[in-house]
């Protein structure tokens, strides 16, 4: 997975997400950047991983890893993960035809049609349900918003994180495998550590910068060596998170999200970014000082969002008691071959 093979994408997205953003901009992060969007579609990256014959590009989960890391780092109000790698998914699963241009979240609901907390939901034309007809019968439908009960809600960052409720009685949805629903989750899950691997990398920037440049009684923050360790501690959880998801997306890659050595790996990423998440977000406050929680500086539109999305598709400690309860479920003589991802025989969990 060398970057030297993905050159031109990451050119190409340095391009798309260089434009210069004015810290003091009013704006409402609940509303979808509308001109980055069309950029984004006009170069087919709105459906990358999408197949060419449902208006998607045939990208692979690495060429995405790159686009989200530059959504992240970006702080970007796009749904690119909600669009592509879940309700695009969705309707290839079922069979459902997306060749147009709406923009789409993803839900999975209960019995009585109620989904919480879905990203973008408000903002989107469509939202595509993965939801229970019956038992071991889980549909998926393509439904317009205007057919949803909304209530609105935002994360600490102030993106849309809205319940929706779906009158299930009236959508003809098309049958899938009820395996989906939990795919959905790890899918979810590894999108939002690349999400936060970009903003991660932003945040280090960020401080580097401010650190060598700011002047305090007669020399760069940087030379003082509690803030040096500020930003090393930093700077190494953020590498760490980073090489987790890397090796994540590297698994998904060659094996699917039904391996199960992908799921550990992806839980695994997911559990670093959360717990990496507490020490980068709390460095960069204490090395940068005030001003990184004033509207003036972009800080906070970075930090919020990693403290965001880390919860979006399960807890830190729910993705960290499925990596307890996969170990013990393996046994000692299969601990190692488990976490480094080797070839083992996977115990089945109850």
């Known amino acids: 997975m060398s970057r030297a093979e993905h050159k031109e ?14 810290a003091t901009d009013e704006r409402d992060d609940a509303i979808i950047d509308s001109d980055l969007w069309n950029r984004l579609a006009g170069l087919g990256l709105d459906r990358l991983t999408g197949d060419e014959a449902q ?5 692979s989960w690495i060429e995405s890893m790159y686009l989200l890391e530059a959504v992240g780092r970006d702080a970007a109000r796009v749904p690119i993960a909600e669009n592509d790698l879940l309700a695009g998914w969705l309707l290839n699963c079922a069979g459902i035809p997306a060749d147009d241009n709406l923009i789409r979240s993803a839900a999975v609901t209960n019995s009585e049609g109620y989904a919480m907390a879905v990203p973008w939901g408000r903002a989107v034309d469509r939202v595509v349900v993965l939801y229970p007809a019956s038992k071991n019968n889980w549909r998926v439908a393509d439904v317009p918003t205007g057919e949803v009960r909304i209530v609105a809600g935002t994360n600490y960052a102030g993106e849309p994180r809205d319940n929706l409720t779906f009158d299930l009685d009236k959508l003809a949805g098309q049958q899938v495998s009820d395996s989906l629903a939990e795919e959905f989750r790890f899918r979810g899950g590894l999108a939002r550590t690349h999400l936060i691997a970009g903003a991660m990398s932003r945040i280090e920037r960020l401080v580097v910068d401010h650190t060598s440049a700011r002047i305090q ?11 040096q360790q500020l930003v090393a501690d930093m700077a190494s959880e953020a590498r760490l998170a980073k090489a987790g998801a890397d090796a994540a997306a590297t698994l998904v890659n060659a094996r699917g999200f039904s391996d199960p050595r992908s ?7 997911a559990s670093l970014v959360g717990h990496a998440s507490s020490t980068v977000v709390r460095n960069a406050h204490q090395a940068m000082g005030a001003i990184g929680f004033t509207a003036e500086h972009e800080l906070h539109r970075h930090t919020n969002r990693v403290l ?9 400690r729910r993705w960290d008691d499925y990596l307890t309860e996969v170990s013990v479920a393996q046994g000692s003589a299969n601990l190692w071959p488990t976490i480094v991802g080797t070839e083992y025989r996977p115990a089945t969990l109850a």
Request: aromatic residues 14%.
């Open 9 to 22: 994408l990451i050119d190409m997205l340095e391009s798309v997400f260089s434009r210069k953003r004015e």
């Open 55 to 59: 208006h998607g590009s045939g990208g």
């Open 217 to 227: 009684f007669g020399r760069p923050l940087a030379k003082f060596q509690a803030v």
């Open 263 to 269: 799921r550990f790996a992806i839980a695994a990423s």
């Open 308 to 316: 965001s999305w880390r919860s979006d598709f399960g807890s830190v």
